[in-house]
């Protein structure tokens, strides 16, 4: 199993000035699904699952941390954009633009897709802005060899990501494709997306062809079950309409 990456921890389920008002808006996600670090990015949406970002939830919901979500072995992080500059280094693309993997990491996986993957140890990386970064790795020393790599995608064991902070924190990868809940036990789908707003996150979730427009807020997401991939959230007025 592969999940995408969004890492570096933040508070999200925020109480709402607006509880349960339903943002009503989509993404497309076509080429844009997830990501790491502050706020979340998004990945393609054929990596499966998407990034992993953390939040965390100072207030209910929690994660239970004597109930650990199971690990994916690969997180995808972001693809390489190009060569930057003549030296061998590379323009890496980040899935969130506010992530922060990069400078955690001491190596990556790159390649066209699992089972293709070569190791590379980082040297040095940078942020560029705008979810880019400058990334040098062992053994990439001229701008062919940077080129050649273009277009790859790049990976970390999931292992090799830092915890996603005090309990109540969780990366996204471990909620996307969970089981929604309303708080009466009724099925309402499943979290198939998250994107962010100025205010707070919003999970899309999906049950066949409808979409419910989520928000990230401690009145609205009442409770997350890491381990049984299982979230609960209160049908507030209006949000689901």
């Not at 998004?42 to 650990?68: R, V």
Request: a positive charge; aromatic letters at 6%.
């Amino acid at each position: 199993m592969l999940a995408p990456d969004r890492n570096a921890p933040r508070a999200a389920l925020k109480p709402g000035a607006e509880s349960g008002a339903n943002p009503g808006r989509s993404r497309a996600e076509a080429g844009a699904a997830a990501g790491s670090a502050a706020k979340p990015g998004f990945a393609p949406a054929d990596a499966g699952a998407k990034p992993g970002l953390s939040e965390c939830a100072p207030t209910p919901p929690a994660a239970d941390p004597a109930s650990p979500a199971p690990q994916p072995p690969l997180v995808e992080i972001g693809r390489v954009a190009g060569p930057h500059g003549l030296r061998g280094a590379l323009r890496a693309r980040l899935y969130n633009p506010q992530s922060t993997t990069l400078a955690l990491l001491r190596r990556l996986l790159i390649g066209a897709a699992p089972g293709t993957l070569a190791e590379h140890r980082i040297e040095a990386a940078a942020p560029l802005g705008h979810g880019d970064w400058r990334l040098v790795l062992a053994g990439i020393g001229d701008v062919a060899a940077a080129a050649a790599l273009r277009g790859q995608r790049l990976f970390v064991e999931a292992g090799a990501l830092p915890p996603a902070g005090p309990p109540g924190c969780y990366y996204y990868y471990q909620v996307l494709g969970a089981t929604a809940f309303l708080t009466n036990g009724e099925p309402l789908g499943t979290v198939a997306d998250i994107f962010p707003t100025k205010a707070n996150d919003v999970w899309v979730i999906r049950q066949g062809s409808r979409q419910f427009f989520v928000p990230a807020i401690a009145e609205v997401i009442t409770s997350i079950d890491l381990a049984a991939r299982r979230v609960t959230i209160a049908s507030l007025p209006g949000l689901l309409d």
